[in-house]
């Protein structure tokens, strides 16, 4: 790893906060300053300061090329896989409040939660916790992974990351933190088994084009699936978010215990699956009454941002019954739920959790009557209903010339429907196409709650 001297340094102190192309072009060439290596950083403080403002404001943090910076993981969604292993680890534990802004706060909050304190007993239970992320990558998930472990190593096959993971973690005070420069596979097989792994599987081929599909990212995690569950109590795998969950679990063979769509600014960012091995279930639980080991549904946690709500898979599978309950006569409020909700597709626990009704098969919009004041979602307040028909889209658009348009299970795209209501984007009004109960397509005007 390239490390700074003292002109490069004094460079982006200086000109950190400047458009990193202007500078390019405009900056002067004086001996000492490596400017390539000053422009990597400013460009990756500057992504930082935005998505991981705890990294930005650690003076000695080095960088990684602009392409490492836009792949790695924000500190909310670092941050909330942090908080996914301390309630794994800590099963009575009940972690819900995101964790706070300093990396000194972090451990107090998750001592809280796990109703700790900084007692013998709490470092005795932090002493006896190890952790092994086995695809490093820049670092960042594992950097909020390891403060809850005594024992944290980082494998990654790329020197450069290595270094770059060495350097990092000292600066940012892991001192727990072991860099080993190797193959995740090869370590997995040869290492003792420890409380976590975890692990983001490459999703690019060797030609460098995107994938998805568990069995085509590297290393292949279905492979993999009874040496983790061999070697570690829990392992959390990170998964592209274009996946279908239910799929997933089922390629696991019913390893996964949890489920976690996590988006953030209502843009699903990533599907996480916990792997462990069954339940043992008590006698009476059994088929057989002699305690034999059952298999379990997993549990399917939604999360956009402070938005959260999870269920058990077992009793939400197959989506909302349309029809089993009747559309209110007074349709005064319309939601659409948030990213993570509609990824995870559980429509029969929104109309049952939140008192509202799907309007129509497919269309994954809901009314009620009254105001629900915490709808994981947007909500709008319904100001006309009306069909396709002339007459009633007069009516509906009374004059108006802009709209914010969505359309969800409607024969014409959002862009079709403008074109043919001849209506501008924006402003205040907010309309929807969609399909109601019984397959008629209406319009709903509406304004934003």
């Known amino acids: 790893m390239t490390i700074m001297n003292d002109k490069t340094r004094e460079f982006v102190a200086m000109h950190r906060d400047e458009d990193v192309r202007e500078l390019a072009l405009k900056a002067k060439r004086v001996d000492g300053l490596d400017l390539p290596l000053a422009l990597d950083q400013i460009a990756g403080w500057q992504i930082a300061s935005k998505k991981l403002p705890q990294w930005a404001s650690c003076?000695?943090?080095v960088y990684p090329p602009h392409i490492s910076m836009e792949q790695c993981s924000s500190q909310f969604t670092a941050q909330y896989k942090s908080e996914i292993t301390q309630t794994l680890l800590v099963p009575s534990a009940t972690v819900h409040a995101r964790m706070s802004d300093s990396a000194e706060s972090d451990m107090q909050t998750a001592k809280s939660a796990l109703h700790l304190s900084d007692s013998a007993e709490s470092d005795t239970l932090v002493a006896k916790r190890a952790?092994?992320?086995l695809t490093g990558g820049f670092g960042v998930d594992f950097s909020?992974?390891?403060?809850?472990?005594?024992q944290a190593t980082y494998v990654e096959r790329q020197r450069h990351l290595c270094e770059l993971a060495e350097h990092n973690m000292a600066a940012l005070g892991l001192d727990q933190?072991?860099?080993?420069?190797?193959?995740g596979v090869e370590y997995l097989s040869q290492m003792d088994p420890v409380d976590f792994i975890y692990l983001d599987p490459?999703?690019?081929?060797?030609h460098g084009s995107r994938t998805y599909a568990i069995e085509d990212c590297t290393p292949n995690v279905l492979e993999l699936r009874d040496l983790l569950l061999a070697k570690s109590r829990f392992t959390l795998v990170k998964l592209s978010p274009m996946l279908d969950w239910r799929k997933a679990v089922v390629d696991f063979d019913e390893a996964v215990r949890e489920v976690h769509i996590v988006a953030t600014g209502n843009e699903c960012k990533e599907l996480l699956l916990v792997l462990g091995r069954p339940a043992q279930a008590n006698a009476r639980d059994s088929v057989d009454g002699a305690g034999s080991y059952r298999r379990l549904a997993p549990h399917v946690f939604c999360v956009n941002d402070d938005q959260r709500i999870d269920y058990d898979s077992a009793k939400y599978t197959q989506g909302l019954r349309i029809g089993g309950k009747p559309l209110p006569d007074a349709k005064r409020y319309l939601y659409e739920p948030n990213a993570s909700i509609m990824k995870a597709g559980c429509f029969d626990l929104v109309e049952e959790r939140f008192g509202v009704t799907q309007i129509g098969p497919s269309s994954h919009l809901f009314v009620s009557e009254q105001q629900i004041a915490d709808f994981p979602g947007r909500g709008f307040a319904i100001e006309a209903v009306g069909s396709m028909n002339k007459k009633d889209t007069k009516r509906l658009l009374n004059g108006m010339k802009q709209a914010n348009i969505a359309v969800r299970n409607f024969p014409l795209t959002a862009p079709q429907l403008r074109k043919k209501l001849k209506l501008a984007d924006g402003g205040t009004v907010y309309l929807f196409g969609t399909t109601m109960q019984g397959g008629g397509h209406v319009l709903l005007r509406t304004s934003k709650i």
């Open 59 to 61: 003076e000695g943090i």
């Open 177 to 183: 933190a072991r860099i080993v420069c190797g193959d």
């Open 131 to 133: 952790m092994v992320d």
């Open 202 to 206: 490459a999703r690019r081929d060797e």
């Open 144 to 150: 909020y992974l390891a403060r809850g472990f005594s």
